[in-house]
């Protein structure tokens, strides 16, 4: 029983910055994991990063640490994906999910429900 938007997708040059929001409806978001994901043309669901619901447990991939920092508010059923020092091939749709689990979770099949995607396009 869990509603999410994204927001905060656009164009940006390499280098520039970028604020992904993901808001969340129904009280499964207290006790949740909640995870970004993105996708390219042609390619497969990735994993970017996930925040568990005490904030205690927080990963991204390889390939955004340094560069990306994921936060929630539990108060405003809010989370972000801050994203900085962005290149062009973080170009893709970002997706928002949310895992019922809670343990800190980086595959798709282990999230139970998905925003519709922003996208995120990094011109040279």
């Known amino acids: 029983q869990v509603q999410l938007v994204e927001s905060g997708g656009g164009l940006v040059q390499t280098g520039g910055s970028l604020r992904l929001s993901c808001a969340a409806s129904g009280r499964a978001f207290v006790t949740s994991t909640m995870g970004w994901f993105r996708q390219a043309p042609g390619k497969e669901r990735e994993f970017v990063a996930f925040i568990t619901w005490t904030g205690n447990s927080i990963d991204y991939t390889d390939s955004v640490k340094g560069r990306f920092t994921i936060s929630r508010d539990n108060a405003r059923n809010t989370a972000s994906l801050q994203m900085r020092s962005l290149k062009p091939e973080d170009t893709a749709v970002y997706y928002c999910?949310?895992?019922?689990?809670?343990?800190?979770?980086?595959?798709?099949?282990?999230?139970?429900?998905w925003g519709q995607g922003t996208q995120v396009t990094v011109s040279s």
């Open positions: 999910a949310l895992s019922t689990r809670g343990y800190g979770e980086r595959y798709p099949s282990q999230y139970d429900y």
